[in-house]
T-cell receptor, first 114, second 112 residues
Framework: EAQVTQNPRYLITVTGKKLTVTCSQN?????MSWYRQDPGLGLRQIYY???????DKGDVPEGYKVSRKEKRNFPLILESPSPNQTSLYFC?????????????FGPGTRLTVL | GENVEQHPSTLSVQEGDSAVIKCTYS??????FPWYKQELGKRPQLIID?????GEKKDQRIAVTLNKTAKHFSLHITETQPEDSAVYFC???????????FGTGTRLQVFP
């Protein structure tokens, strides 16, 4: 089954404790992206990657890191989480090409930073 | 920076009525406009999209219209049903790229 998976689905942590949220897709998509969803603010892009070893900042990259060592995986790293990073996070992937193809979303990761 | 405005933020309709959600985008080079539906606790899923060379697209009870001159696009849902209740997001591409800018969402409630 073609899909985007994320782990963990739920995470409660404390300020300053490094964490990684994994994202994996089995559709051979070149483009992958991380979004955060907050009430009243919609989906905002954190980082994106157009292919292996190619990553770039989105609209709200502060406090986050990513890596793209393999085509299928795009982990999101919070080196020192803070309470303002409490949010619902979505990974998405798509075929590259002219902004005209569907982005497929993962199931989401609800993160709470105390 | 580029942005997408979406209105209304909440919309309540009676079952069987129509619902319209409107978005305005700022990037005149945007060429792709998807609409995503997000049910409670679920991931966003694409329900319909339109490209800049088309003015209108319809899929059963759902239609999207695009006015490039005014930089407006709208989602129309006819004969609404309770299962249409969800949050709807519009988005616009940044120019001819893969990047999307999303609107802030509309919570649609359809009352039986």
């Amino acid at each position: 089954e073609a899909q985007v998976t994320q782990n963990p689905r739920y995470l409660i942590t404390v300020t300053g404790k490094k964490l990684t949220v994994t994202c994996s897709q089995n559709m051979n998509h070149e483009y992958m992206s991380w979004y955060r969803q907050d009430p009243g603010l919609g989906l905002r892009q954190i980082y994106y990657s157009m292919n292996v070893e190619v990553t770039d900042k989105g609209d709200v990259p502060e406090g986050y890191k990513v890596s793209r060592k393999e085509k299928r995986n795009f982990p999101l790293i919070l080196e020192s989480p803070s309470p303002n990073q409490t949010s619902l996070y979505f990974c998405a992937s798509k075929v590259r090409g002219a902004g005209a193809d569907e982005q497929f979303f993962g199931p989401g990761t609800r993160l709470t930073v105390l | 920076g580029e942005n997408v405005e979406q209105h209304p933020s909440t919309l309540s309709v009676q079952e069987g009525d129509s619902a319209v959600i409107k978005c305005t985008y700022s990037d005149s080079a945007s060429n792709y406009f998807p609409w995503y539906k997000q049910e409670l606790g679920k991931r966003p899923q694409l329900i319909i999209d339109i490209r800049s060379n088309v003015g209108e697209k319809k899929d059963q009870r759902i239609a999207v219209t695009l006015n490039k001159t005014a930089k407006h696009f709208s989602l129309h849902i006819t004969e609404t049903q309770p299962e249409d209740s969800a949050v709807y997001f519009c988005a616009a591409s940044i120019g001819n790229t893969d990047k999307l800018i999303f609107g802030t969402g509309t919570r649609l409630q359809v009352f039986p």
